[in-house]
């Protein structure tokens, strides 16, 4: 007997940003990323101003979808979901300030500080 897969199917195994918070520690400012499935970000400035995160293939399942700024360097956070040309969650960080910033994985936790 021959298995059917359907669409739910197939999305169940995608890729899901699942949770975004943004904290504060001293003067630095770092944002954690939750997600499920196998997914890397694309990382690049967007401007002196925003450094965007791409997540392709995903979905969002995130509550809030803009984060206030918690710092002297972050104004905020921005999580939309994109499906026009390509399927992705794109996280925009708008900086106050350009700085240099580190991306790190750690299992389904993605750090950017």
């Known amino acids: 007997m021959a298995a059917v ?11 899901d940003v699942w949770d975004v918070r943004l904290e504060t520690h001293g003067k630095r400012a770092v944002v954690l990323i939750e997600v499920t499935g196998d997914v890397t970000p694309r990382v690049f400035p967007l401007g002196p101003d925003r450094i965007v995160l791409d997540f392709p293939g995903a979905s969002a399942s995130v509550r809030q979808t803009k984060l206030p700024g918690t710092g002297p360097l972050v104004a905020g956070v921005r ?5 026009e040309a390509e399927v992705k969650v794109r996280l925009v960080v708008d900086v106050l300030r350009p700085a240099e910033s580190t991306l790190t994985r750690d299992g389904g936790s993605i750090r950017l500080d």
């Open 79 to 83: 999580i939309g979901q994109h499906a």
């Open 5 to 15: 897969v359907g669409p739910q199917d197939l999305h169940a195994e995608s890729a």
